[in-house]
C-alpha cells in the first residue's frame, strides 16, 4: 500500500448552508429534462436559491456540481432555475436537488494538515490492585493547518479566504454554522478528500466536523500561517466512495 500524497488530497472548509430555509427542492416536470438543458422548472423549495448557489441532482449519474446563474420565484418560493454547466445527464420528474455548503479549497503549499483523536481512560482499583477500566470525560479532535498566506482577507468579488471562512466575515460573511445548535459559536467541517493514483481504489473522504479556531500565528516572511483549534467530537468521519 502506497503512502498518501498530498498531491492527490484536497483540503476543503464547507460551511451548513443547505439552501433556502435549509431545504432542497425537486426537479418538476413530468417529462424530466435531457441532458444539454440549463433551465429547469422546480417546485419543493422554502425561499428563494441565491445566484453562486451549488446543487447536485439525485438522477444525474455524471454527478455534476452546477452553479445557480439565475432563478424565478412564484410568491416567494423558487420555481425555476438557470444554471451552468448544462446538464452532463438526463434527469427524472421528482428527483431531488440538493443544495450544497459554501465552501473553499485550501492551497497548504508545503504545509500540512493534522488531527489529533484522544480518549480517556479511568483504570480502577480495587483494594490498590488494577481491577478494570472504563471510559472517562470525552475529549475534543484537536486539528492544526499550516496553509499558505495568500491574502488575509479577500477583496469584493474574490472567494473567501481561510481566515474569512473561519471568522465568518467578508466575503463569507453569509455562511452558516455548521453546528447543529445555532446557538452555538460559528463552525465549520473541514473535508479531506484523497483520490489514489491507482484506478482500482476508491476516494476517502475524511471529515472533521464541527471546527472552530482558537489560534491564528503569522509568519510574514516565510509566508505561511498556522491555525489551530477543536472539533465537538471525539473522532473523524470516514468514509470511501466510488
Known amino acids: 500500500m502506497a503512502q498518501i500524497d498530498l498531491r492527490h488530497a484536497i483540503i476543503r472548509i464547507k460551511d451548513g448552508y443547505a439552501g433556502p430555509s435549509q431545504a432542497g427542492g425537486l426537479v418538476n416536470n413530468m417529462a424530466g429534462y435531457m441532458a444539454g438543458v440549463s433551465t429547469i422548472t422546480v417546485d419543493g423549495f422554502v425561499g428563494t436559491v441565491a445566484v453562486g448557489d451549488t446543487f447536485t441532482v439525485a438522477t444525474d449519474s455524471t454527478n455534476t456540481v452546477y452553479t445557480v446563474t439565475s432563478q424565478t420565484a412564484t410568491l416567494g418560493n423558487t420555481t425555476s432555475i438557470v444554471f451552468t454547466p448544462v446538464l452532463g445527464d438526463a434527469i427524472t420528474d421528482d428527483a431531488a436537488i440538493t443544495i450544497l455548503p459554501h465552501s473553499i479549497e485550501i492551497n497548504i503549499g508545503d504545509g500540512n494538515l493534522t488531527y489529533d483523536e484522544k480518549r480517556n481512560m479511568k483504570y480502577i482499583r480495587n483494594r490498590n490492585v488494577l481491577d478494570t477500566v ?84 503569522h509568519d510574514l516572511k516565510m509566508g505561511v500561517f498556522a491555525v489551530t483549534g477543536k472539533c465537538n467530537v471525539t473522532e473523524a468521519t470516514v468514509s470511501r466512495i466510488d
Not at 138 to 151: C, S, Y
Not at 179 to 194: F, H, M, N
Open 134 to 217: 472504563r471510559l472517562d470525560q470525552d475529549e475534543p479532535m484537536e486539528v492544526k493547518l499550516d496553509a499558505l498566506w495568500e491574502f488575509i482577507r479577500a477583496d469584493s468579488g474574490e472567494p473567501p479566504t481561510i481566515e474569512d471562512a473561519l471568522k465568518q466575515r467578508g466575503q463569507a460573511s453569509t455562511w452558516v454554522t455548521s453546528a447543529e445548535d445555532t446557538c452555538e459559536p460559528y463552525a465549520v467541517d473541514v473535508e479531506i478528500e484523497y483520490d489514489p493514483p491507482c484506478s482500482d481504489q476508491k476516494r476517502e473522504i475524511v471529515l472533521l466536523t464541527d471546527f472552530r479556531y482558537e489560534s491564528f500565528s
